[in-house]
């Protein structure tokens, strides 16, 4: 199983990016998927999660009504559109893949994880 995140990258403050996270070797559309992201020495933060069928999502309170989550079955991918950022969103974001279809907001539900991509929110 690989799952390749990508399209983070210099944003200014109020600035938008789409992160996309392409998945092979996985069941794609029985999964359910995931967004994390990172600040060095801290735990993995919960960012957003997408059920198989996408009916159902949920969000972090501090990404709530600026983040998206969507996914396109047909193209085994996920994507994050991130809005109106902020320096605190800057991280590196991990998308996850879960071997059950639901949409999970803990690490622990997730059997697969990417390699991260970089957001850097700044002037």
């Known amino acids: 199983v690989q799952l390749q995140a990508s399209g983070g990258g210099l944003v200014q403050p109020g600035g938008s990016l789409r992160l996309a996270c392409a998945a092979s070797?996985?069941?794609?559309?029985?999964?359910?998927m995931g967004w994390f992201r990172q600040v060095t020495v801290k735990d993995r933060e919960f960012v957003g999660t997408?059920?198989?069928?996408?009916?159902?999502?949920s969000y972090a309170d501090s990404v709530k009504g600026r983040f998206t989550i969507s996914r396109d079955n047909a193209k085994n991918t996920m994507y994050l559109q991130m809005n109106n950022l902020k320096p605190e969103d800057t991280a590196v974001y991990y998308c996850?893949?879960?071997?059950?279809?639901?949409?999970?907001?803990?690490?622990?539900?997730?059997?697969?994880w990417g390699q991260g991509t970089l957001v850097t929110v700044s002037s």
């Open positions: 996850a893949g879960s071997r059950y279809g639901g949409a999970y907001t803990a690490p622990t539900s997730y059997h697969y």
């Open positions: 997408i059920s198989w069928s996408g009916r159902i999502t």
């Open positions: 070797g996985l069941a794609f559309s029985n999964s359910g």
